[in-house]
């Protein structure tokens, strides 16, 4: 019997016991499958497993969870929870969803998890070794030029709205709505033609793209479009006086105003890739558009890292629209090729291996008993085709911080940069993925989304220890999820979970994105390891 945990979707979260055996399937000779589990991570909730196998683990329980040890400081120096010693229960908790980012809290459908046996005598049994990620699959190139963004009749619809705006009633001057009128209409014409440098003008006189981080910059003409596209009230004052409310953005924010800022982010992207690109662009033209914008000149000098950094986070936010702001849902991300094995040992802790083979190996050669190997299926995103696969909106795909991690690995170690590891985040209600990288110069760097932090050593001739990298990825948490301070003025994470992963260069030329998938995996077996030596 190999059991099987799913996630699937359902109004309500409910348990599906799993069926009963009818007999041991043969496995790899001798061997049988009996008590090898499957664990697909799609953050439903974390479970605690049956009596004969290990912990599964799909992101942190929203219902009440079984007693577990106390936290112990491991790997990156922050706390986490081992998993609890096996007990008679399958236990579920509501799911949150698997990846908030930046200051999102998504609403997600709620989770099923099924367990069912799998009565396929071969299955996980004939994948080759070694974990393979980002496959060369490649989009298409157009031959005529860029073209008009994605879903470019929202752009028309938006424009519509601003054009018959009418405001002889409004407390707005009518030569400010003239002035939008005529630069939201520059920017549709231009879109529509693939004239992307006009449009990103035309935009950033309207005061998009919206700023990444940060306070917005005082621009009446954002102000007043928000107004226009009705999603902020205006109100007029003696002597001609006029104010317009605040607007929502981003995370349930308002719809017309976030279609608005796909379509200049996705401007800006494209005025940054030139007139030879396609749209949306390929893999080559933006990992290319990468390697040359980070190359050393003919003097030797490379751009400041942290100009690489802003264009690398530049091609995300203009790829890659989080699916909180395009009013989607968590996308569905397909299994990971070759998934990997944990065994789970005497004292409680757990090895990984790239084959059951492997897993079986170890098990008889520890003598542990059955059901101390589980199988791992994170379900992250690894090939390229994983960043349009769950949809487009408004001149960009739909995706989630996972997706932005990934995308943001291809393009910084094309440039140049290290990937140093990959940290998972759970707690306050849902979840996030850290990257950490090394410059060509030797300076390090947190992302998160299209965002970026650069780390301040205070180890030895100012290098960064991993004290120093915590304290950077557990602020930027506080920042994702709206912690506010406590009494004592500090912004306290520690009911967080962090689960961090080093890269691992014999993972291949895709390392970085491997450590995506290790990260979750150490999150999935309750572990950590420290990012830096």
């Known amino acids: 019997m190999v059991l099987e945990v799913r996630r699937t979707d359902a109004p309500a979260p409910q348990l599906i016991p799993a069926e009963g055996p009818s007999g041991e399937a043969p496995v790899g000779g001798a061997e049988v499958s009996t008590g090898v589990t499957e664990l697909r991570d799609r953050g439903a909730a974390w479970v605690d497993n049956t009596s004969d196998t290990n912990i599964l683990d799909g992101a942190q329980a929203q219902g009440v969870p079984a007693p577990r040890p106390a936290p112990e400081q491991v790997g990156n120096g922050v706390p986490f929870v081992p998993g609890p010693p096996s007990g008679g229960l399958l236990e579920l908790g509501a799911g949150s969803g698997r990846n908030r980012a930046a200051g999102i809290y998504a609403d997600d459908r ?11 005598p071969n299955i996980a049994t004939d994948a080759p070794t070694g974990l393979q990620v980002g496959s060369g699959r490649t989009q298409g190139a157009t031959a005529t030029g860029p073209g008009a963004p994605i879903d470019l009749a929202r752009m028309e619809a938006l424009n ?27 920017a549709t014409d231009a879109l529509r033609r ?16 919206l700023p990444t981080s940060g306070p917005l910059p005082s621009n009446n003409r954002r102000l007043v479009t928000a107004h226009m596209l009705g999603a902020a009230p205006a109100t007029g004052g003696p002597n001609g006086a006029w104010n317009v409310g605040a607007f929502t953005h981003g995370a349930r924010g308002n719809q017309s105003i976030n279609d608005l800022n796909g379509f200049a982010a996705n401007a800006q992207m494209m005025t940054r890739l030139g007139n030879t690109a396609s749209n949306p662009p390929t893999e080559a033209q933006l990992t290319s558009h990468m390697r040359s914008f980070g190359a050393a000149n003919a003097q ?14 530049e091609l995300v936010n203009g790829s890659i629209m989080h699916y909180s702001s395009a009013g989607a849902s968590d996308p569905t991300f397909g299994d990971n090729a070759n998934p990997r094995f944990s065994v789970r040992t005497g004292n409680n802790q757990f090895q990984v291996y790239n084959t059951e083979a492997e897993a079986r190996a170890a098990v008889a050669q520890q003598n542990l008993p059955r059901g101390s190997i589980t199988r791992l299926q994170p379900r992250v995103p690894d090939e390229w085709s994983d960043i349009s696969a769950p949809g487009t909106r408004s001149g960009r795909a739909i995706g989630d911080c996972q997706s932005k991690a990934y995308l943001q690995t291809r393009l910084l170690t094309e440039a140049g940069f290290t990937s140093l590891g990959s940290v998972d985040v759970q707690g306050g209600g ?20 299209e965002t970026f932090r650069e780390v301040n050593g205070t180890g030895t001739n100012g290098a960064v220890t991993q004290a120093d990298l915590d304290r950077v990825v557990q602020d930027m948490t506080a920042d994702v999820f709206h912690v506010r301070p406590n009494a004592q003025g500090v912004r306290d994470t520690s009911s967080f979970t962090f689960s961090s992963a080093r890269t691992d260069p014999a993972a291949g030329a895709n390392a970085g994105v491997a450590s995506i998938r290790a990260a979750v995996e150490n999150r999935m077996l309750h572990r950590s390891q420290p990012i830096l030596p």
């Open 430 to 449: 849902g979840a996030h993925m850290f990257g950490a990288f090394r410059s060509p110069d030797g300076r390090t760097f947190v992302t998160s989304n």
């Open 160 to 186: 519509q709205t601003i054009q018959s705006f009418n405001g002889s009633n409004s407390p707005i001057p009518a030569s400010e709505i003239s002035a939008v009128k005529a630069d939201f209409q520059t």
């Open 110 to 120: 709620i989770l099923l998890a099924q367990a069912r046996t799998v009565r396929d």
């Open 194 to 209: 693939g004239d992307y440098a006009a449009a990103q003008q035309a935009l950033g006189r309207l005061g998009f793209p």
């Open 300 to 313: 030797g000098q490379r751009p400041d890292a942290a100009q690489v950094m802003t264009r690398a986070s």
